[in-house]
């Protein structure tokens, strides 16, 4: 059993609070209920003289059917919480002043949503933009008198006298009151994740806080920044002087949907002057610009790999402005996700996938050298905050809370117990991870969590979760949608497999999956599952169901032709049944282009080498299909699909569509009803037969 320190502490932790004062007899198993209504903790940022954390705190109205998130405040010693806004409406990027007296925050009271500031010394919070469109993100300058905003406009507004915001609202409202509703599209994409496009860009504007007009800094480009769906203010910054920005965006035009080329761009922040491209040379994706403390270094993320999404991360430094650009840790075999520099800049603080978790490292930015700093769990949001570092941390036992550390890695503790409370009376499974010699000999890493009330001498079913990606990871983390405590909670021997392909394990390990998506990983499965059961004779081998979403979907249904006789049932969410037509759909074409070695015209052999679809008539397996409507990354006719072939197979089976959610299940209602009906359809298979 390999635990690390840090997990141990969590787990300790959190035992105390169950302990005092239930027993352990009068804990009840984490429920749907439970994970569903716990609180999120998100987005900490410590102020400037470090003595206090803002971060937002997301809890669920399950009568509203929504989360909704507030402000709130606590001392790095964890002393002193409150909230700090109490609206209807969600509040969420806290950023402070310069000064340390207010904070910055976005809020949609009261019309669209615009950056409001509240000062710490009493008053209400008053809002300090009053833009036509929504703020999605923002960064302040420097000094605190302007601010960097991320608003959607129609790039040929640019030129409109009224300026771009007002030109975007006036034409949306004229398209309100047509009446056809066709939308003509002239390339690719027409749609993305889970929206149709309808001609708006996301780009960035710089706007006084004391009353102006905002300034276009993207003015003549087709392209977003912030990118779609996911990106935010890590996506650009102010320069040291508050002169400039510097922004990543992808300008890729015909070839946007086949290309991963994201570039840095320099612009004035008075957009006197077009953008400047700071990394032509290179064709693969740029981002995450994030400035040193003496303003001295830009150090910024890149892959190197075009057309390839899940390439290594590597770190880059430039001197500022012009000056030469360098790799940092260029041997270091990890895939950094975030990066900010620590108070002195003498490092940089990164987080990664590493060995079934995502921990917390420090770069020396002169020698490279990586020091480990919070081990195990899941750390995210780094930053610095005077003397000590703050991040968020979770683990497979314990949602996220904040917490500290001191920079040489010491002394790691929570700030916040958020659900201190909702935990007091909740019993869950004790975790372990163990290895095992997978493909080729190499070795594989897998997690096991235990049935809730586990006892010795007792056989117990096992659910065998596989993870998305297929660059991906079930690692040791509190996850809101696959949750391996919820099947522990139901009576289930949890089992997750980090196969051939996932992150966290170097780079020739993920790459390894290229062109071979039902080979190396699936080898790995039957061999881990082997493994677990050989390790925990406890477990019942002949009541194993396997669940998937995304390529964990489509390895659900490739299991179901090429692995037939295993599983007492499957669960397949969100996975493609048929590779060929799947292309065709997806909206980010470089994807499969870069699994499969290119398009289908040029590589036909690839999308049929591990295609599902070609081995239907060996199904046999009771199968349930989940699908979103909204899903335009693995579109909902690829469930439908699965669903038919089993329907006309005479397999068992059902289909559960919801028709308003995307790639995940996201509302808290549908997210009950999705584990209630996945738990109900395992647990009829997987009783004992005697």
Known sequence: MRTSALSLVLAATVTAGLASPARAADLRPF????????????????SPDGKWIAYVLRSTDLDANRGRTDLWLVGVDGKGARRLTTSAENESGPRWAPDGRSIYFLSARGGPQQIWRLRLDGGESEKVTALPLDVANFRLSPDGTRAIVAASVFPDCASAPEGAMECTTRRLEERARTRSTGRLYSRLPVRHWDEWLDGRRNHLFVVPLSGGSPTDLMKGMDADSPSRPFGGADDYAFTPDGKGVVFAAKDAGRAEAWSTNHDLWSVPADGSSAPRNLTPDNQAWDGHPVFSPDGKRLAWLAMEVPGYEADRHRILVRDWPDGAVREVAPGWDRSPGELAWSADGRSLLVTADHLGAHPLFAIDVATGRER?????????????????????HHDLGSPADVWTVRPDGSGAAPVTRVNEAALAGLAFGDREQFTFAGWNGETVHGWVVKPVGFQAG?????????????????????????????????????????????????????????????????????????????????????????????????????????????????????????????????????????????????????????????????????????????????????????????????????????PDENHWVLKPANSIQWHETVLRWIGRWTRPTS
């Open 31 to 46: 429920s749907v209920q439970d994970l569903v209504t716990l609180q999120r903790v998100s987005d900490p940022r410590p």
């Open 372 to 392: 480990l700093l919070v081990k195990g769990g899941s750390s995210g949001s780094p930053s610095a905050a005077g003397g000590l570092l703050v991040f968020t």
């Open 458 to 658: 007792k056989r117990y079913p096992v659910a065998f979760l596989i993870h998305g990606g297929p660059q991906g990871s079930f690692g040791d983390q509190f996850h809101y949608r696959w949750n391996p405590q919820i099947y522990a909670a139901a009576g289930y021997a949890a089992v997750m497999i980090d196969f051939h392909g996932s992150t966290g394990y170097g780079r020739k390990f993920t790459d390894s999956i290229g062109g071979d998506w039902g080979g190396k990983p699936l080898e790995d499965l039957q061999k881990g599952l082997a493994a677990a059961l050989e390790r925990h004779p406890w477990m019942d081998g002949g009541r194993v169901a396997a669940l998937g979403a995304s390529y964990g979907g489509y390895m659900i249904n490739w299991i179901e032709g090429a692995w037939p006789d295993r599983f007492r049932c499957l669960v397949s969410h969100d996975g493609n049944l048929d590779e060929l037509h799947a292309y065709f759909d997806t909206e980010e074409l470089w994807f499969p282009e870069r699994e499969h070695g290119g398009p289908p015209w040029k590589a036909p052999e690839a999308y049929q080498k591990h295609n599902p679809v070609n081995l239907v008539k060996n199904w046999k397996t009771p199968i349930l299909v989940v699908h979103g409507g909204r899903d335009f990354r693995v579109v909902d006719t690829q469930g439908l699909s699965t669903f038919t072939a089993a329907q006309r197979m005479g397999v068992p089976s059902e289909f559960l569509h919801f």
